[in-house]
C-alpha cells in the first residue's frame, strides 16, 4: 500500500519555473515505479513523466521534453517534478502516481489527490 501527497503547485508567470514534490508513504516506495500526470479543465489525464524504481531511467512526454524532469529520492520517499519555461498551456491538476513504468494511467494503482499549477501569460 503506497499513499501520495502532491505539494508545490500554485500561480507562476509563463517563463517560469516550479518545482513540485510527491511524499509517499509505504514500505514499497523504494520498488515501486513513480510517475506525473495532469489534467486541464475538460480535458483528459495526460503523462507527463515516469520514473523506474531505482531512478535511473526516466521517459517524459514529447510536450514537456527539456522543461520538466523527473526525479525521486527512495532514502525520503520523495519525488519531484522540476519544471521549468513554464507555458499557460501547463496549466492543470497535477498528480502523482505509483505502479508500473509506463505513460498509461491504467498502469498506476495509487494516485495522489493532486494539486494545482496555473501559469499565467
Known amino acids: 500500500q503506497v499513499q501520495l501527497v502532491e505539494s508545490g503547485g500554485g500561480l507562476v508567470q509563463a517563463g517560469g519555473s516550479l518545482r513540485l514534490s510527491c511524499a509517499a508513504s509505504?514500505?514499497?516506495?523504494?520498488?515501486?515505479?513513480m510517475g506525473w500526470f495532469r489534467q486541464a479543465p475538460g480535458k483528459e489525464r495526460e503523462f507527463v513523466a515516469a520514473?523506474?524504481?531505482?531512478?535511473?531511467?526516466?521517459y517524459s512526454a514529447d510536450s514537456v521534453k527539456g522543461r520538466f524532469t523527473i526525479s525521486r529520492d527512495n532514502a525520503k520517499n520523495m519525488m519531484y517534478l522540476q519544471m521549468n519555461s513554464l507555458t499557460p498551456e501547463d496549466t492543470a491538476v497535477y498528480y502523482c502516481?505509483?505502479?508500473?513504468?509506463?505513460?498509461?494511467?491504467?498502469?498506476?494503482?495509487?494516485w495522489g489527490q493532486g494539486t494545482q499549477v496555473t501559469v499565467s501569460s
Open positions: 509505504g514500505r514499497t516506495f523504494s520498488s515501486i515505479a
Open positions: 520514473i523506474s524504481w531505482s531512478g535511473i531511467t526516466t
Open positions: 502516481a505509483a505502479g508500473s513504468f509506463s505513460s498509461r494511467s491504467s498502469g498506476y494503482g495509487y
